[in-house]
């Protein structure tokens, strides 16, 4: 019950198949890795996940703790305990990441309650401070114009402020210098807890020498044709997508 | 200290020659020209005033409750360093300048105090000129009854930090409000002033017809906000005019939140090289109001900055009209003059017009003008609301967002504070979950 389950889905984009049958479990505790060429379904995944409306999904079920929740808004699947850090996240002008982060947590408290404002601060500049973000931008609108490796911090950034139970990491590491991997991944590593599920969407696998996965899926057009432990993202990265294409993709379609 | 003024005095014969031939030249203007119609350039989009402007009369003395509310409402500008309260163009209440800047020879008078006592500072500017943007015939109506209103004088060199206020409230049905600004800031001088136009209820229906007029000189620092936040009955015609010298810092902040028709009109020459001038400005629209936004930007002078930025945010099936014009004049060379319109589309049914223009007659200069008008970006929404913000506070903060340039530019905290909570309060009813 306690877990990110995902059952045979099926989602289209202007009637063409996306995801097919796609099928995933990731229990709480547990750090998933999912990878799989460009174009192959990772971020549609992660969007119908958390809600986003321009999906058609034709069947199947997602399941956050045991309770539906396809269908429902992305706040209440945020509120849900569910976060997404996007691959390309967006830039909200004239919107401080301080004011921001603020509205997504009082949305997480009862109607009558409102934020302590001194409390907020010290853990807003705390987590700035492991992230290596300067605290100048908390003041800064959101992501605008932020650098790439900026943006994607940020994202860890809420992702440690709100607390989800599940954390889909869309391309975390795309972009990120070396030391702000590394950064990133001890924030990750912070968070990793038997109370939090992760699935990690990457295609490098020096990530994954950072923040160790229990589980590796390959996914290829619409679903994961086959999953391992941490060292198949090792075999992989030396053998490429046509290995996986020869080795399991064939063999499936017969 | 506060005191409150209970003298009830109107124009007067008592008045000096040359206020009286303005007055009646105005009065002539009113009386001699047509009503504009859609078919004038200048009035390109504009719904047709059916008003008849004559059946609004100048207000009596309020009554003390009236007076009263408006005193305690007086409050957006915190902590000013002077203040003039009028209701119905009738001074309530004023908080003079500091004595040792009245030492130094700043004034900051009530306009009749002005015309009686002063006269000489008024004379090579009021009522001489205003916006040549098609509202001649209402300037006239203005000049023949205006007798509320603030004159500031800064003396060469003297400069205020601290922002001075004047309110004019209306508060009478069918009441005729006239209030007149002028500033006249010489030479190296420095001020901040604010104007706030309110009323005292939802329901009094009043015209509005408020002037102001800016006298720039050489290297003078000035800062001109105007809030504007009639009820919704009101008609408001607003008509602003600057003039900037030789380095002369000119910053005009209009906050536009209220009556039924707003028409805003502002226009700034600029004679002296080195200027520099900005015209920002912020309206929300709702329900079926109408903002009418008239601007002209003249460059007499090389080497100046003029910049403009006019952002709305329109709701329900409200309308705006953005018309500018830039004008360079031969000789002035290497004028940077910008002009920009952004409009926020909150409703299918609401209506954005844009009609940007320039006029260049130098050869080198860097101009630019251009308008947009786009919905609330879905992505920016969908990423908001993936945190778990509800939709009614996303679209509020991307609204406020909107904003946040020009909000920020009002230069006080406490300022910009005050005028958020006021969008708030506007949005709190119309965006909804
Ligand atoms: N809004 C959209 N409209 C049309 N096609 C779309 C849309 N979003 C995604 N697609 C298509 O769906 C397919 C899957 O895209 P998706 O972004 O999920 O891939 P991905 O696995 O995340 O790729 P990458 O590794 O490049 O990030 C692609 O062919 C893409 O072009
Ligand atoms: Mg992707």
Redesign the pocket.
Known sequence: MQSLEITNLNVN??GQP?LKDFSLNIPKGEIHALM??????????AKVIAGHE?YEVTSGEILLNGESILGKEPDEISLAGLFLAF?YPLEIPGVSIANFIRAAKQARLPENESINAVEYYKELYDKMDALKIDRKFTARSLNEGFSGGEKKRCEVLQMSMLEPDYCIM??TDSGLDIDALKIVADGVNLMRSPERGFLI?T?YQRLLDYIIPDVVHVMYDGKIVHSGDAELAKELESKGYDWVKDSFVSSLAQ | MNTTVNTHTTANALEPQWLLDRRNSGNETYSNLPVPSAKDENWRFASVLSEDIDAFKSAPMPEDHAIDYALSNSKLVEDPIAELIFVDDHLVQSKPLPKELIDKGVRFLSLNEAIEDHSHLLEPYFLKDSTRLGSQKYFGLHASNVKAGAVLYVPKGVEINEPIAVYHWSNTDKGLICPHTLIIAEAQSKVSLIDVLASTTEENRCLNISASNIQGHPSANIYRKVIQNFNSKTLSFQLDSAIADRDTQLENIAINLGAAKARYENQIKINGSGAHVTMYSLSVAEETQEFDQRTFQTHNAPNSVSDLLYKNALFDTSRTIFSGLIQVEEGAQQTDAYQTNRNLLLDQRADANALPGLEILANDVKCSHGATTGNIDEDELFYMLSRGIPHRVAMQLIVLGFFEEIIEKLGSDSLAENIRKLLEEKFASKIKS
């Open positions: 984009i202007d996306i799989g060429p460009n174009g192959t379904g990772k971020s549609t995944l321009d691959q869309d391309e969407i295609h």
